[in-house]
């Protein structure tokens, strides 16, 4: 029988998302042990911050108290912008020359002796005005330490700074803080019980205020010894966070709000036994400086086309906006090295993309690339209290972990101007199935029909809408009072281009379809990312009705097991007359609609029914000095998607007039 025993290795991992002012910040915390055998024990005993125990960690649940710290000075530098501006812009790497180092003197023979520099540009600018320091005063004002030392170097250190009864902090490889040790801290005080557990997705504590329940039934930790082994037994019964650091709500979540703009944050969480309520483990972290929400975007103004004020009898105006607004589970540190990994996280990029919607004020949207979850969440509730109502198209495909963690297309309208008819929704895959055994007479069980599937089914989907316009006034017979929107997002594989002029053709004749069962003359959108440049067979078909035969879209070569997808390109076409609002204004497509390190290029339009609407304006792109002010690339602190919205004003066109 096997009795040897084993000892385990417990720690708690805890890390902080850098806070931002309206941006709900929540811990990420768990807890866990190895398994240790003879070698490891003796290693991990030795180690500060490792609990080693008999048992692996029980059942957990945890506590956390908030505090708010004192004003932080960010730069020595006179000049430095950091001294007096929280604003994200100045914040980031790009701002900051790429690096997430603070700097600080150590030479004691130099006036900068122990001033901390936000990085080595303005280190370099203020060593132009330091001056050695005599001898007597540097003996006399401390400057000499025990080792009498006299490096000139400057020492580096993260931009989370630390005191020293705080674990270190450092960014780890998704950009976000965290601390370098746990401790094993005092018990809970007594008195203090009481309280309930808020988890993710619960309302945060607003910043400014206090808030004193208990996040936990066990309370809160008691204090513990900064300078405290993992085996220590000298607990305290208060928490010193100094003089200068003051509670502020003991919720999981907090929203950082202007009081906290400019001070640093700190969080202790602590593990307690859900059984027995015993004090397991803690640790407490630093965050960097509290940052203050994004200015305003940028105003963008509308450019009148000729003649927009020509008509005849003039129909219903109506503002149209397209936006891919990049996904959470697309905006990866590895996609956007470029990008601060706190400007892609979801809650800031949602605040600056409302505002960028709400300054646009459209009254038909289309969005791509909405996450299910956060069209739940939150999208939908934003733009609802805004005066919008729609409706969300998920992908086919399954959610990639986590439910929610799926994306889709989202179509907006605003309540005072229009009411919905009709609404659907096209599922791409769907379609290759009926095309596949209707159309094609294909088995899709076959080994054909499998490959031909498996090129086709990319999980894209589609919208379409009939709105009617909310007019109190008199109409006649022949007024037209609908208007039909399609949203989509095609494929987005530069290797499948088939794939993108099959998709595109087939939502154009399910469109075909769709308005010829209605009449002739109802109005239509289509909006989108087409994935798609201007010199494809997608936008020729778009724009022509039609492909040319020796396109190179339509003959691309594939596997031989795979058959070709395509019918003859003279089978290819359909009947609306479409023009792009862009072109039809400016005279030419945007210079970009995605602007990347890796792709910079137009891929989303505004296509209309050219006989009976026509374009009054459109936003132009910003040129490449203005995108590229605050990052080398989208998404930035100030643009939060890797691609640019497009709006443009439209007018029905009835009667025949222009």
């Known amino acids: 029988m096997n009795t040897k025993e084993y000892m385990y290795s417990w720690h708690l991992s805890l890390r902080v998302d850098r806070p931002v002012e309206g941006c709900a910040i929540r811990p990420h915390s ?49 000049a430095c912008p950091r001294r007096s501006s929280f604003s994200p812009h100045d914040w980031s790497k790009h701002a900051l020359g790429g690096t997430d180092c603070t700097l600080q003197c150590v030479s004691t023979q130099s006036s ?22 005599p001898k007597e005063m540097q003996l006399r004002e401390g400057h000499m330490n025990n080792n009498n030392s006299r490096s000139a170097t400057p020492s580096r250190s993260r931009s989370g700074s630390f005191d020293t009864a705080t674990d270190e902090l450092y960014p780890d490889e998704t950009g976000s803080t965290r601390s370098g040790g746990s401790r094993s801290p005092g018990p809970p005080i007594d008195g203090m019980a009481g309280g309930t557990l808020h988890m993710p997705g619960s309302t945060p504590a607003a910043g400014g205020g206090n808030n004193n ?6 309370g809160f930790v008691g204090g513990y010894n900064g300078n405290s082994q993992n085996n220590s037994q000298d607990y305290y019964t208060d928490y010193n966070a100094g ?41 407490v972290v630093k965050t960097d400086v509290v940052l203050a929400r994004a200015p305003d975007p940028k105003k963008r103004n509308l450019v009148t086309a000729k003649g927009a004020a020509t008509a005849t009898n003039p129909g219903p105006r ?50 791509q690339e909405i996450q299910a979850d956060h069209y739940e969440n939150h999208i939908y509730a934003a733009l609802s209290d805004a005066g919008y109502e729609g409706v969300f198209k998920q992908k086919t495909r399954q959610s990639m972990g986590l439910a929610g963690k799926v994306d889709g297309c989202a179509l907006f309208w605003r309540r005072s101007k229009f009411h919905l008819v009709e609404s659907y929704s096209i599922e791409f895959n769907e379609l290759a199935q009926r095309q596949c055994q209707q159309v094609l007479g294909i088995n899709p069980r076959s080994d054909e029909g499998v490959a031909f ?21 008199s109409r006649t017979s022949r007024d037209i009072t609908q208007v039909c929107v399609a949203n989509t997002h095609l494929y987005s594989n ?37 994935n798609s440049t201007p010199d494809t067979a997608v936008y020729d078909l778009l724009a022509r009705q039609s492909v040319h035969p020796g396109h190179p879209d339509v003959n691309v070569t594939t596997d031989d097991n795979v058959p070709a997808i395509l019918p003859d390109a003279m089978s290819i076409s359909h009947s609306f007359q479409l023009g792009s609002a862009y072109q039809a204004v400016l005279g030419d497509e945007p210079w970009v609609t995605n602007f990347t390190l890796n792709f ?55 009667n025949g007039s222009r």
């Not at 329940?213 to 066990?218: D, E, K, N, V």
């Not at 099959?502 to 769709?514: A, D, I, M, V």
Request: hydrophobic share 35%; charged share 25%.
């Open 213 to 218: 329940t208990p996040a936990t039934p066990r």
């Open 494 to 530: 530069k290797d499948f281009p088939d794939v993108k002029l099959w998709q595109t053709w087939q939502l154009l004749q399910e469109l075909e379809s769709f308005v010829m069962s209605r009449g002739t003359n109802l109005p239509l959108v289509i909006c989108g990312d087409f």
């Open 600 to 654: 910079k290029g137009v891929l989303d339009y505004i296509w209309y029914s050219a006989q009976n609407l026509r374009p009054l304006s459109a936003a132009p792109i910003p040129d490449e000095a203005q995108l590229t002010k605050h990052g080398e690339a989208l998404p930035s602190t100030e643009y939060s998607s890797d691609h640019i919205m497009l709006i443009s004003d439209l007018q029905v066109v009835s």
């Open 243 to 283: 003089d200068d650091w003051v509670e502020i709500t003991r919720d999981q979540l907090y929203m950082p709000g202007p009081d906290d703009i400019g001070r640093k944050l700190k969080l202790e969480a602590a593990a307690y036994s859900t059984d027995t309520g015993e004090l397991l483990m803690s640790r």
């Open 318 to 367: 109506f503002r149209v906006a397209t936006y891919n607004v990049l996904a959470e589970i697309y905006a990866t540190g590895q996609q956007y090295p470029y990008c601060d990994f706190w400007a892609m996280s979801w809650d800031f990029r949602f605040q600056n993309i409302l505002r960028e919607i709400m300054d646009a004020s459209p009254e038909v949207l289309c969005l």
């Open 453 to 473: 599937l498996n090129r086709l089914s990319k999980d894209n989907v589609a919208q379409l809408v009939v709105l009617e316009f909310i007019q109190p006034q």
């Open 112 to 133: 900068l002796y122990k001033c901390t520099f936000c990085n080595s540009k303005c280190f370099v600018n203020a060593w132009k005005t330091q001056y050695t320091v």
């Open 30 to 78: 768990y807890m866990y042990g190895k398994k240790l055998d003879e070698r490891e024990y003796h290693e991990k005993a030795s180690q500060p911050h490792t609990k080693v125990m008999k048992e692996p960690p029980p059942s957990h649940e945890f506590s956390y108290r908030w505090f708010r710290g004192p004003l932080h000075e960010a730069c020595a530098y006179e």
